[in-house]
């Protein structure tokens, strides 16, 4: 066999390959979801429907998820707005802490804040037990319920604005401002009647993107909601534990529907475009001094405030981790530090298994991504057709799909053995999990790969090509160490979303695989010490390893062009 034909032969298996997974992986999940929803032995049978909607439970759950979702839009959006402003507008003192401390939300993240705000504010939190025993006739669950979800929607989901907002903030033109204060207008006034306009496409972007995030929320209400306080997401991984599966089926369509038209809604607004501030040379933004002591006093006790309310359960987490074992869960203040705890997790043991399982699952799903998606951006770029759009558009689906949905799909095609998989049962072994992984952070993918394939030379390339280098030699040579840097950074990126899933995880876990995130949850329910110290050690590791990975990210730039 010649080299060309190899290569050719490399490419069509490729190619039977990307369309196996996007059947297999992609299409038949949703198949059998929407056959699970609405056919049964009889045929078309929509008694699912009837039962949900006559089911007080559900009712509940629905008004809960809808409750809780406007409310931290709100309120997500009242911080959020502060924040920028804090970090932007106004000048505050202490703005180098200011945006480390608002900056937690992006490493403190999923189980891991859900877990870290039930060891600070839960029946036994750090803070609930200071605050009793200077007020004893606080209940021990008074951290629950919708008020503790939506406070810890509060003061996570304020990343949004931290990345998207304060961007839109730094494209704003300071003469209109400077016009508006030479009219009289006061600074509150300029900033509610100018600069507010101008964010308005991107505040009603991140606001929908709040909604998409609370509307299948699930470690967090799972967490800190308490055992009687049900939201969507997590009442369909109780629906399928009871062997509803129509039931749990038809109420992620009904969450799947919702997050669709939330993404529909952010497209329509994103196709609108941004206002403009009217100038044609900008004038960079500026921060202005509050010259009223009492506004000024205001705005900084507010900012630091939130930086503490944001900073506090990450303190400590991280502060925690080095206590003794017996006292996590007695003294308010840690009786002395020690690294036992970490040695506990590290030293090999039964504690380090969740760590080592997720590692490679990690590992094994950003692998399997990383072939995929390479693959399907080369095709995108060298074919630009219909069937390479589809393919494209194909693998962008599990993006606009909640998780619950994606895993019934899973759980409900691969229970039994499949054809599509060798006449496998995949359902209750090692890689269900990792192929589950896989499958959401494709789109992620092959979004930052496409970025990076747009920015390269095509010089370089017609000039390999000119020279008679075949495809494969120039992919090799030229192509792959032009986009290495991007594709280490984005397989960090998803080894450190992975660590910290818990959706995904939850419905198709096993003995065999269990992930870190099941280990916390599951290590947030458990009154014994040496449990929670190993929580804390979890916790503490997942967050500086997320910290590394977006301080190189930030820092070499994501995305970025890669021409020379």
């Not at 705000?117 to 669950?141: E, H, K, W």
Request: aromatic residues 12%; positive net charge; glycine residues 6%.
């Amino acid at each position: 066999m010649t080299r060309l034909s190899f290569q050719k032969a490399l490419f069509y298996t490729g190619i039977a390959i990307i369309l196996w997974v996007a059947v297999s992986f992609i299409y038949a999940p949703i198949y059998s979801v929407l056959t699970q929803a609405f056919i049964d032995d009889t045929g078309f049978n929509f008694g699912a429907a009837g039962e949900l909607a006559e089911s007080n439970r559900v009712r509940r759950a629905i008004q809960n998820t809808l409750l809780v979702t406007v409310l931290s839009v709100i309120t997500v959006n009242l911080v959020g707005i502060f924040q920028v402003a804090a970090l932007e507008y106004i000048s505050v003192k202490g703005r180098r802490f200011l945006k480390f401390a608002y900056a937690m939300p992006l490493i403190f993240v999923s189980v891991v804040a859900a877990t870290g705000y039930n060891f600070a504010y839960g029946q036994t939190g750090v803070v609930t037990r200071a605050i009793q025993s200077v007020f004893p006739s606080l209940p021990n669950d008074w951290f629950s319920g919708p008020f503790a979800v939506v406070i810890a929607h509060t003061f996570l989901l304020t990343s949004f604005h931290y990345l998207f907002l304060r961007a839109a903030f730094r494209r704003v033109d300071y003469s209109v401002v400077e016009a508006a204060r030479g009219l009289g207008a006061s600074n509150l006034r300029a900033f509610r009647s100018v600069v507010l306009p101008l964010l308005l496409p991107t505040i009603f972007a991140t606001s929908l993107l709040v909604a998409y995030k609370s509307l299948s929320s699930f470690a967090i209400p799972a967490v800190v909601g308490g055992r009687r306080f049900d939201m969507v997401a997590e009442l369909i991984l109780t629906l399928n534990s009871l062997r509803r599966a129509d039931m749990a089926a038809m109420l992620s369509i009904l969450l799947g529907v919702s997050v669709i038209l939330c993404i529909l809604v952010m497209q329509r607004i994103e196709k609108r475009g941004s206002y403009s501030g009217g100038s044609k040379t900008q004038v960079a933004i500026q921060r202005i001094p509050l010259s009223n002591p009492f506004t000024n006093a205001l705005v900084h006790i507010v900012a630091y405030l939130i930086a503490l309310l944001q900073l506090l359960p990450v303190a400590l987490v991280v502060v925690y981790s080095f206590a003794p074992a017996k006292s996590i869960i007695a003294a308010v203040v840690p009786s002395s530090l020690t690294f036992k705890n970490y040695a506990a997790v590290l030293s090999g043991g039964d504690a380090f298994t969740p760590l080592k399982n997720s590692l490679l699952m990690g590992g094994a799903a950003v692998g399997m991504g990383l072939l995929v998606s390479l693959f399907v951006v080369i095709l995108a770029n060298r074919y630009r057709n219909k069937a390479t759009t589809a393919i494209d558009l194909t693998f962008m689906l599990p993006w606009t799909l909640p998780l619950p949905f994606i895993a019934i799909g899973l759980i409900a095609t691969f229970a039994t053995p499949n054809w599509l998989v060798g006449n496998q049962t995949l359902l209750g072994s090692y890689w269900i999990l990792p192929i589950g992984y896989a499958i959401v952070v494709i789109p992620l993918m092959i979004r930052f790969l496409r970025a990076a394939f747009y920015a390269l030379d095509p010089y370089q390339l017609e000039a390999a090509q000119a020279l008679g280098a075949p495809p494969l030699y120039r992919f090799l040579r030229i192509t792959l160490p032009a986009v290495a840097p991007v594709i280490i950074l984005v397989a960090g990126l998803n080894i450190n979303m992975i660590l910290s899933e818990y959706t995904m995880s939850a419905f198709l876990f096993n003995v065999n695989n269990k992930p870190l995130s099941i280990a916390l949850f599951e290590g947030a329910r458990s009154a014994n010490p040496d449990q929670a110290a190993i929580n804390l050690v979890y916790m503490t590791l997942i967050m500086a390893f997320s910290y590394f990975i977006i301080s190189i990210a930030d820092r070499y730039g994501l995305g970025r062009s890669t021409r020379r």
